[in-house]
């Protein structure tokens, strides 16, 4: 049985992640992220851009990473938090509180601050109504759906037929649910369930617990899947030519043109002892974050995110392969090619068979989460009430997480292994491109996202005039790597921090109180009316949603701020 890891004390463990990344100096046009083998090919380099003297990196230098590099770990974000996080910095529990808490704010009084709208208060339950009364009630056989074990195609008109309290059907992802024998056993109450009743619940289930393993807690609740036209139709015998090698030499209409990019394809070829993939993104911006690749048995997955869509090659391999390979990007054409090594070196007539999603090109929002096991290789304090986690990636796994982005974990009640999600997150690396000025608005743990856009920046942004950090904690105990932050602020003049505490002691002689328009007017202090600048901001709901307010009323605009929920 699998959870979402929740931390129920103020000193639980955390649950964000980080490995130091590739050293981000290497203008490279077209790279490579080999697991074990030496491309045909080697890449092609191309002239260094003329940059300003190389500044300090936040990290690994700085801000020293708990463990040695992990080859393959990840970052991670923890489902239970309210704080999103990016690769590198594994972060801590939120404060103790749930419907109600103080935030970092001053609202000019000392009412409760009301939960965020996306919090839902949990709701008593029945007696016999707990969690491990469900898990019996769904292994006693009994009938969930009332389809005596079928599954069905549901029409849009069929979905919303079942509205009711006791006929209640909900779409998550594409399948149908019969949720209506849950009913009593939801923590957040009936009525949570009923405003998504007899239609598609993804957006209200992702906005409340999106890290939450609803596939397994309501299996025997389902009713089947969406009817729906695929995104690009194919006949089996187009599908056929794909797999074995041929493109068909003309393409299926591209139906989202309208309203996203334009379609990829793939092709594939061979030697004697290798296969590789080839991707045709037609994007000139895909990078090795861009793309995700798993081999679990005979079962290879690649994913390729393009702008808000996702491109998925999900096949049975017809022969057998090893464990390492390596994926490649050609960036300026927008190619990826996945090499592959054989067990033996005999000739494939085909590629594979295709499996659920194989060749679709949809929205991301709609592709759901992807889970892998990793193995929990360490963990260090980092606070009195913040670890930090190093996890390794199994070596058939190629993960990248991108800057401003997080994953999900998915930890199961025993053993060292822990379930990591695809990377999440709408952060735009190209927002960073000729900035002048850089603001980092961050609570507690919502430093965690900071880090690598902080470092990405000082690092790779040439017009980069000024980054500011304004850290906002309870005590000077809580603040995470200070003396790192200080440090770097003394080798690179670009950077400076300052810390506000909400429960000062008496000797503290820094910024005290809560995010408010008097310290943000003083804080936030642009070049010119014309200088880019980009303010990023990241930490409980309430500090975000307050902090977006307090922008927008200083004449700040939509394009100039960027908030990480998650």
């Not at 000019?108 to 898990?135: C, F, T, Y």
């Not at 401003?404 to 735009?428: A, M, W």
């Not at 003394?490 to 810390?499: A, P, T, Y």
């Amino acid at each position: 049985m699998e959870i979402a890891k929740r931390t129920e004390n103020g000193s639980g463990q955390c649950v964000h992640l980080c490995r130091p990344p590739p050293a981000p100096d290497l203008p490279m046009q077209h790279r490579g992220a080999d697991s074990g083998y030496n491309a045909l090919a080697p890449p092609r380099a191309y002239p260094a851009p003329s940059l300003p003297p190389a500044p300090s990196r936040l990290l690994p230098s700085d801000l020293p990473a708990p463990h040695p590099p992990c080859p393959g770990s990840a970052a991670v974000r923890s489902p239970g938090s309210r704080f999103a996080s990016s690769l590198r910095v594994l972060c801590s529990p939120p404060r103790r509180s749930a419907v109600f808490w103080r935030p970092w704010i001053d609202d000019g009084g000392e009412k409760e601050q009301e939960a965020p709208h996306n919090a839902v208060e949990a709701v008593p339950l029945k007696q016999g109504r707990s969690l491990m009364d469900w898990i019996r009630l769904t292994k006693s056989g009994k009938d969930l759906t009332g389809l005596k074990g079928r599954l069905i195609e549901v029409t849009e008109e069929e979905l919303k037929k079942h509205n009711k309290k006791d006929d209640c059907w909900i779409c998550i992802r594409g399948f149908v649910y019969n949720v209506s024998p849950y009913m009593e056993y939801h923590p957040g109450g009936e009525d949570e369930l009923m405003r998504a009743a007899g239609s598609d619940g993804t957006d209200l289930f992702d906005q409340v617990h999106r890290w939450v393993n609803y596939e397994s807690m309501l299996k025997e609740c389902l009713v089947g899947r969406m009817a729906m036209k695929p995104a690009f139709p194919k006949d089996y015998h187009e599908e056929k030519k794909v797999l074995n090698g041929m493109l068909p030499q003309s393409q299926v209409t591209d139906t989202l043109a309208k309203e996203g990019p334009s379609s990829p394809s793939y092709d594939w070829f061979q030697t004697d002892s290798l296969v590789t993939i080839v991707i045709y993104t037609k994007q000139k911006d895909i990078n090795l974050d861009s793309v995700i690749v798993d081999h679990r048995d005979d079962s290879f997955r690649a994913e390729t995110v393009i702008k808000d869509y996702s491109y998925l090659v999900h096949v049975a391999l017809s022969h057998e392969i090893q464990e390492d390979f390596s994926v490649l990007v050609v960036e300026n054409v927008g190619k990826i090619e996945i090499v592959l090594k054989k067990k033996e070196n005999t000739s494939w007539k085909c590629l594979g068979h295709p499996q659920e999603n194989h060749n679709s090109f949809i929205p991301k929002k709609d592709t759901g989460l992807f889970y892998r096991k990793c193995q929990l290789v360490s963990k260090e304090d980092v606070t009195h009430d913040t670890k930090l986690f190093c996890l390794m990636l199994p070596p058939s796994t190629h993960l990248e997480v991108p800057v401003g982005q997080h994953v999900y974990l998915r930890l199961p009640i025993t053993g060292d292994y822990v379930s990591v999600s695809n990377p999440e997150g709408n952060f735009i690396i190209s927002q960073l491109q000729e900035l002048e000025d850089l603001f980092l608005l961050a609570a507690g743990t919502g430093f965690t996202p900071m880090v690598k856009v902080l470092n990405y920046a000082l690092t790779n942004i040439p017009s980069l005039r000024k980054v500011k950090l304004m850290f906002f904690n309870k005590t000077e105990d809580d603040i995470i790597w200070r003396s790192q932050l200080e440090k770097l602020a003394f080798k690179d003049k670009r950077f400076e921090v300052e810390f506000v505490l909400s429960a000062p002691t008496s000797e503290w002689s820094g910024k005290q109180g809560y995010i408010s328009p008097a310290l943000l007017s003083e804080f936030l202090k642009r070049r010119s009316d014309t200088s880019k600048v980009l303010i990023c901001l990241c930490g409980p709901t309430p500090f975000t949603e307050q902090g977006m307010k307090m922008l927008h009323d200083l004449n700040f605009s939509k394009d100039e701020i960027h908030s990480f929920t998650a």
